[in-house]
C-alpha cells in the first residue's frame, strides 16, 4: 500500500540529480575558478617584477609562468578524476555503496575544506585539494549510475541524464565567481560546500541501498527508508526480460578487458576526453590571447563558456535515442529470433558516431581564431561532452556484464587518464615552440577525431555478424 509523497525511487533520482548537479563535477568548471584565482594573486609571484596587477592587459597575459602552474593543477586534476576511477571502481563492486560514499564525502569535504582555507601564500595547497575534489565526485557519480536500474527500459535515459548533471555541476565555480564579484568571499563560498557534506551523509542512509541496485530488479526489491513513501518494485517490461539470447557464459574481468571492443572503447574515450582537458584547461590563457589582453572581454566570454556548461539538458536526447533504438531492435530480434543482448549493442552505434561528429565540429570552431565564433564552439563543447560520458556509461552497461561494470568503468576512466596527462606537454608545446599558435596542434587532434570513427564502425560490424551467426555473441 502506498505511503504519502514522492515513491522512493523518484525520490532517489531527484535527489541523485541534485547532488551531480551541484557537486559531482564541478572540477570543469576551472576557468571561472582560474580568474577568481588569479584576481586573488594565486602563484602572481611566478611572474616576476613586469607582472603587473589584473587589469593590466600586458602583465596579465605575458604571465606564462602563472598560466602553466593553473594548467598544471588542472591536468593533475582532471588526470586523478579518471585514473582514481579504477580503484573507486573497485571499491564499489567490493565494498558496496555506503562504503563507497562515505570515502566520497570525506574527500569531497577535506578538498573543500583545504581550498576555503587557502591564499596566495599558499596557493601551493591546490596541487592537493583539486585531486581529491574529484576523486570525491566521481565516487559520487559511479555510485549513483546504479539508479538507472530502477527504470527498467529507460535506464540509458537516467544514465545519460546523470552524466549531464556531472558535467552541468562545472556552473558551481561559475556562481562562485560571479558572488566573489559581488563581494561574498572564495573562503565563504566553499566553506558552505563543505557544510552541505551533512546532506551526502543524510542521503547515503536514507535513500541509497547498502549494496547495490541489481539489473534486472527481482520482484518485490526494496532499499532505503520508506519515509518518502513506499517504493513500488519496478517491474521490467516483456522487452526488457532476459531471454534466451541474452544469457553467456561467466567470463573473467580480464577476458573483458583485453577484448578488442574494450580497446577501441578506450581509444575512443581517450582521444575526444584529451581535446575537452586541452580546451577547458588552456581556455583562460586562450581567450587572453584572442582579446588581445582585455580582462573585461575575457571575464565575459568565462562567463559565456560557464552558463552553456548546463549539459544535463543535452545530455538525456543522447539516452532517448539509445532507449528508443533499443527497443526497435529488441522487437526486431524477438521477431526473428536474434539475440536480445547483440541488438541492444546495435543501439550504441548512432550514439558512439554521433559523439565523434560533434566533437569534430568542436574542433573545426575551436581552431578559428575568431572571438564572436567561440560562443558556438562553447556550445558544441557542451553537447559533445555530455554526449561523450553518457555514452561511455550506457555502453559498457550494455556491451558488457553487470557485475563487472565498476571495475570495467574505472579501468578505461584510468587508461584514458594516462592519455590526458599529454595535455599539460602539449600546452607547453603551443606556448613554447609554437609560440601561442595552436594550429599544428589543432590540425593533429582533428585527424585523431576522426580516427574515433573505427569505434562505432567495428561495433555496427560486429552487430552485423551477430545476425549472420547468433553464435558468434561475445
Request: aromatic residues 14%; positive net charge.
Amino acid at each position: 500500500m502506498a505511503g504519502q509523497g514522492l515513491p522512493l525511487h523518484v525520490a532517489t533520482l531527484l535527489t541523485g540529480l541534485l547532488e551531480c548537479l551541484g557537486f559531482a563535477g564541478i572540477l570543469f568548471g576551472w576557468p571561472s575558478l582560474v580568474f577568481v584565482f588569479k584576481n586573488e594573486d594565486y602563484f602572481k609571484d611566478l611572474c616576476g617584477q613586469d607582472a603587473g596587477p589584473i587589469g593590466n592587459a600586458t602583465g596579465q597575459a605575458d604571465c606564462k609562468a602563472q598560466d602553466e602552474r593553473f594548467s598544471l593543477i588542472f591536468t593533475l586534476g582532471s588526470f586523478m578524476n579518471n585514473f582514481m576511477t579504477f580503484p573507486t571502481g573497485y571499491i564499489f563492486d567490493r565494498f558496496k555503496t555506503t562504503v563507497a560514499r562515505l570515502i566520497a564525502i570525506f574527500f569531497y569535504t577535506t578538498a573543500t575544506l583545504i581550498i576555503a582555507f587557502t591564499s596566495a601564500g599558499s596557493a601551493v595547497l591546490l596541487f592537493l585539494a583539486m585531486p581529491m575534489l574529484t576523486i570525491g565526485g566521481i565516487l559520487f557519480l559511479i555510485t549513483n549510475l546504479q539508479i538507472g536500474n530502477l527504470f527498467g527500459q529507460h535506464r540509458s535515459t537516467i544514465i545519460t541524464l546523470y552524466n549531464g548533471a556531472f558535467d552541468s555541476s562545472s556552473a558551481v565555480f561559475l556562481i562562485i565567481k560571479l558572488l566573489y564579484e559581488k563581494g561574498i568571499s572564495l573562503r565563504a563560498s566553499f566553506i558552505f560546500l563543505s557544510v552541505c557534506s551533512t546532506w551526502h551523509v543524510a542521503r547515503t542512509f536514507l535513500l541509497m541501498p547498502r549494496g547495490h541496485i541489481p539489473y534486472p530488479l527481482p520482484p518485490n526489491y526494496s532499499y532505503g527508508v520508506g519515509w518518502t513513501g513506499q517504493s513500488k518494485p519496478i517491474l521490467l517490461s516483456p522487452l526488457e526480460t532476459p531471454g534466451k539470447g541474452q544469457k553467456q557464459e561467466p567470463r573473467s574481468f580480464w577476458s573483458y578487458a583485453l577484448s578488442r571492443r574494450f580497446a577501441w572503447h578506450l581509444v575512443w574515450l581517450s582521444v575526444i576526453q584529451l581535446w575537452h582537458y586541452l580546451f577547458i584547461g588552456t581556455l583562460n590563457s586562450l581567450l587572453t590571447n584572442m582579446a588581445g589582453g582585455d580582462m573585461a572581454r575575457v571575464s565575459t566570454y568565462t562567463n559565456a563558456f560557464a552558463f552553456t556548461q548546463f549539459g544535463v539538458l543535452c545530455a538525456p536526447w543522447n539516452g532517448l535515442l539509445m532507449d528508443r533504438l533499443k527497443q526497435k531492435y529488441q522487437k526486431e530480434a524477438r521477431k526473428t529470433g536474434s539475440s536480445t543482448l547483440a541488438v541492444a549493442l546495435c543501439s550504441t552505434v548512432p550514439s558512439l558516431a554521433l559523439t565523434s561528429l560533434l566533437c569534430l565540429g568542436f574542433a573545426l570552431c575551436a581552431s578559428v581564431p575568431v572571438l564572436p565564433l567561440q560562443y558556438l564552439t562553447f556550445i558544441l563543447q557542451v553537447i559533445s561532452r555530455s554526449f561523450l560520458y553518457g555514452s561511455n556509461a550506457a555502453f559498457l552497461t550494455i556491451a558488457f556484464p553487470s557485475e563487472h561494470f565498476g571495475k570495467l568503468f574505472g579501468l578505461v576512466m584510468a587508461l584514458s587518464a594516462v592519455v590526458s596527462l599529454l595535455q599539460f606537454p602539449i600546452f607547453t608545446l603551443i606556448k613554447g615552440p609554437l609560440q601561442n599558435d595552436p594550429f599544428y596542434v589543432n590540425v593533429m587532434f582533428m585527424l585523431a577525431i576522426l580516427l574515433t570513427f573505427v569505434h562505432p564502425f567495428l561495433v555496427y560490424r560486429e552487430c552485423h555478424s551477430w545476425k549472420e551467426t547468433p553464435c558468434a555473441i561475445a
